[in-house]
């Protein structure tokens, strides 16, 4: 049957799935649906206008996991119905021989546009999004970092953040036959109707996974979108409705209502709900069971069905390239801002992205995808079908893994002189003799910078939407417990207390939320839930009884026009820790810059200091802590203020090494320069003795 075929996202209508031009009429509706390829031709076109135009979520993903459902429901019912086997090894090898391909085409060109056209800064993160999107877990990275789909500047985007739908779908297209096995061996054993227990399966998982998805779209949205289970709801409906197909005897004026009730709300979904804080929950119901409402109407009869409109030429066709034009239109689309530096594209450089996506989903359709499909070798055996897919994905992975080993062989490189040509803070030492290579690389790279946070053997537990991080060190046994809590910026000091804790054996333990400095006054500035953390965190504190407690104390600002300076709300915590008789380790503020320190220096790599910041616009001429000192004999003071602005400027880069990994937090590498001077303070500061 013409699209009695597990599709694609979106998927192309294969023109051996046509019925023949001699066949009759009656035969054509029969194996063929063109209202369904209009279909998704328009929530293609949905999508690519959204993304381009609007920078808003269309409702048009969710149509095309329904859509996909519904076919392959219609193929695997077809073959039971018809005795024939499941055959599932064959099943999935012939479904991804026809995906991977354009796939992997997309991906290597992805990877050539980003080397020429995204800064160095973005490299990293383009080749883990590429392995994860050439294996179909792409939405689970995106889940892992918390993305923003909903990002209104484009430009900083991953151009393998849309791969997220396809890695969903292609995980179904593992789960869904193995379902429609099941359930045949189940029927054939005990005898009961195939399409009804399916009916109740598919029915169970939709109701499961709707509340799911609404509970937790309700809690964690930008994590639930990209969540496989949150979705599995929508693939539900599509095969209910297959189920339910047959049994429907709609008559032609039902037919003409609903085909026109459900393409009036496809198409108004995106521009009447506020999609970016409610999908994928209820509010996906929507575009769905318009899609469904549309599907269920079927070819009217009637000049006036919306059928019509959908089974027209210019959008069946447009259905054969689809899939291409959905893997094509994004990277486009994020790379051409990238490279023209707009955060949006305009009526004319949209017009142009449409264009050029639309000829490259040609090229891409009639130069890879129809001859990968229609070869007939890997069709005979399925160790050929192996050999053909694995020669598709080593396609991709030769690019990824030669740039991924092209950057880690450098930044090994580097590191190996790091001692002579990247003193970082050592350089700041009256007794450093300078002695390193003038010309050797900046470390971190800019590819690595990002990566640059503290690294805990024991782990963290991080939760992106709530911006907490709990870490340990893993140190079992240890002669001392010291507890980081605090901010973002308390969080980065754990580099250097970690190589003590490795030294002395100690255990390092941190409890931090961003945006959320240890204060019980509200202000503006702090994150959503920020003194409901702190005290949860000061009551773990109080349970816990570490050894020493270490913080920040200071607050430097981002707006230059203010200064640092002393929360009054700061002191009332502290004194709480200090009362139960647990010391505390309190740190100046590190500095805030004007712009991300990696992008900057990518600008300017004649002239590092256009990319600091004053002295004047960070620090006091004297630290403000020592306004509450008084009340804190426990608690002691440490500055560290001049390994980081030695005069009246705060570098960008201090010996050779990046101080800050974007516009305020500092890297790794500069904190592990600055261990031998923090280890001196900090054991004065709590009296400990080495061993």
Sequence with gaps: ???????????????????????????????????????????????????????????????????????????????????????????????????????????????????????????????????????????????????????????????????????????????????????????????????????????????????????????????????????????????????????????????????????????????????QASFPGFVALWPTLAAACVMAAGQSGSKLGV??????????????????????????????????HRDRAGPITGAVIVTVSLVLAYLTTRFVEKPWREWKWPEVRRRRAFIAIAAAVVTAVVPLAGWQLQLNIATAAAASQAWANNPGARSLDPAYVD?????????????????????YAGGCKADEKELTNVCNNGKQNPTKTVLIIGNSHAHVWATPILTMADKYGWRVEAITKGYCPVTDHQAAGLSEGCLDFNKDTLKKVLEMKPDVVVTTSTRTDPDPSNTEFMDPGWVPPIKSINDAGIPVVALRDTPRLHEAVPACLESN??????????????????????????????????????????????PAVIGNVMVYKDDNHVTRTYMESLTPYFETKFMAATGWKAG
């Design 435 to 455: 002695g390193a290579d003038k010309s050797a690389p900046l470390l971190p790279t800019l590819a690595t910078a990002a990566e640059e946070w503290p690294e």
């Design 1 to 275: 049957m013409t699209q009695q075929r597990t599709s694609p996202l979106p998927a192309r209508n294969s023109a051996a799935h046509r019925a023949s031009p001699a066949a009759p009429k009656a035969g054509r509706k029969s194996t063929f649906r063109p209202e369904i390829q209009g279909l998704r031709s328009l929530a293609v076109l949905m999508v690519m206008s959204y993304h381009i135009w609007l920078g808003r979520v269309s409702g048009g993903v969710d149509v095309f996991l329904l859509i996909s459902a519904f076919l392959m429901t219609l193929q695997f019912v077809g073959r039971y119905e018809q005795g024939r086997p499941m055959a599932l090894l064959k099943h999935w090898l012939h479904l991804f021989r026809r995906l991977i391909p354009a796939a992997v085409t997309v991906m290597v060109a992805v990877l050539a546009a980003s080397i020429l056209f995204l800064p160095r800064t973005r490299w990293l993160e383009v080749i883990n999004q590429g392995w994860a999107s050439l294996f179909y877990a792409e939405n689970w990275l995106l889940q892992s970092e918390a993305t923003n789909y909903y990002a209104s500047d484009h430009s900083l985007a991953s151009p393998f953040q849309h791969f997220w739908s396809l890695s969903i779908q292609g995980q179904v297209f593992i789960l869904w036959p193995l379902i429609f096995a099941g359930a045949a061996i189940l029927a054939r054993h005990f005898r009961l109707r195939y399409r009804v227990l399916l009916c109740y399966i598919f029915a169970l998982i939709f109701v499961v996974s709707l509340v799911y998805s609404i509970v937790f779209t309700q809690t964690s949205q930008t994590v639930a979108y990209f969540d496989t289970w949150a979705r599995l709801w929508e693939f539900a409906l599509g095969t209910l409705v297959a189920l339910a197909l047959p049994g429907l005897r709609l008559s032609r004026g039902w037919r003409l209502a609903l085909g026109w009730l459900g393409i009036v709300a496809m198409l108004s979904c995106g521009l009447l709900l506020n999609v």
């Design 307 to 340: 059928d019509r409109i959908l089974s027209s030429k210019p959008l069946v066709r447009l259905g054969d390239i689809s899939y291409a034009l959905y893997l094509w239109h994004w990277p486009v689309l994020v790379i051409s801002l990238a490279a023209t």
């Design 605 to 650: 790599t004649e002239n590092y200091a256009a990319c600091g910041t004053m002295t004047a616009e960070n620090y006091q001429a004297a630290s403000p802590d020592a306004a509450v000192a008084g009340q804190l004999p426990a608690t002691k003071f440490l500055d560290f203020s001049r390994f980081f602005c030695p005069d009246k400027l705060c």
